[in-house]
């Protein structure tokens, strides 16, 4: 069992950054693909970032080239770095942990709010 803690949103203007961070309660660098998603009011969850054990790198095309997904392995954390943030970019941002090989090792954080309004 893996447990994901989300930190690091809250309230910020347009054009600014924040970094929010998931912290896991175990060891996740080997065997787990790590991925960043958010949900809007009235809307479906969609994937923004996501980190596979092999370093590959996919982000959705609203925020490439503004936000980075990286990991801290010896931390067990993984960050996304998000800047030139646009209202639009609100929602609740959920950190997500998926072992390669067992499908029901599905792991979820809380969530935490990111608002972007001047």
């Known amino acids: 069992q893996v447990q994901l803690v989300e930190s690091g949103g809250g309230l910020v203007q347009p054009g600014g950054s924040l970094r929010l961070s998931c912290a896991a309660s175990?060891?996740?660098?080997?065997?787990?693909?790590v991925g960043w998603y958010r949900q809007a009011p009235g809307k479906q969850r969609e994937l923004v970032a996501a980190l596979t054990i092999s370093s590959s790198t996919n982000y959705a095309d609203s925020v490439k080239g503004r936000f980075t997904i990286s990991r801290d392995n010896a931390k067990n954390t993984v960050y996304l770095q998000m800047n030139n943030l646009k209202p639009e970019d609100t929602a609740v941002y959920y950190c997500n942990a998926r072992h390669v090989l067992v499908r029901s090792h599905d792991y979820w954080g809380q969530g935490t709010q990111v608002t972007v309004s001047s």
């Open positions: 175990g060891s996740i660098s080997v065997v787990y693909n």
